[in-house]
């Protein structure tokens, strides 16, 4: 269903160097950049069909977060759960919430972490047994 997400970024090649490292433990490939026609960076990560990009803001003003907003990324296999964490908060993330693990869902249990990126956009990785 979804196509693409695309954040904004307040240092461009700092948010580069993180979600190189981070979407790297999932199997992407390093980003390709674009500038648009207004001088704006624009990086994209592409893995399994889907797109995630991170933009300096067009409009000039600076990034903000949406609160009550997570991205989540698939993960596939509980130890890659813990990787995916653990890259992000070595690489200047913080971690949020609980620790990384199960929790019980109406859907069974899963496996999830939670961490803000370095400009505080909220990621989830996520992983459903089975």
């Known amino acids: 269903m979804i ?54 803001p067009i409009n000039g003003e600076p990034v903000t977060v949406a609160n009550g907003s997570t991205i989540g990324f698939t993960c596939e296999s509980p130890e890659q759960i813990q990787a995916f964490h653990d890259t992000a908060i070595a690489s200047g993330g913080t971690s949020v919430e ?20 370095p400009d505080g956009h909220k990621i989830c990785g996520f992983h459903r047994p089975g």
């Open 3 to 56: 196509n693409h997400v695309m954040i904004g970024s307040s240092d461009i090649e700092k948010t580069r160097e993180f979600y190189t490292a981070v979407l790297g433990v999932l199997g992407a490939s390093p980003p390709f950049d674009h500038v648009n026609d207004t001088g704006q960076t624009r990086i994209f990560f592409m893995h399994d069909g889907s797109t995630f990009s991170i933009s300096e």
């Open 98 to 117: 609980q620790p990384p693990g199960a929790r019980e869902s109406d859907m069974g249990a899963v496996y999830l972490c939670y961490f803000l990126d």
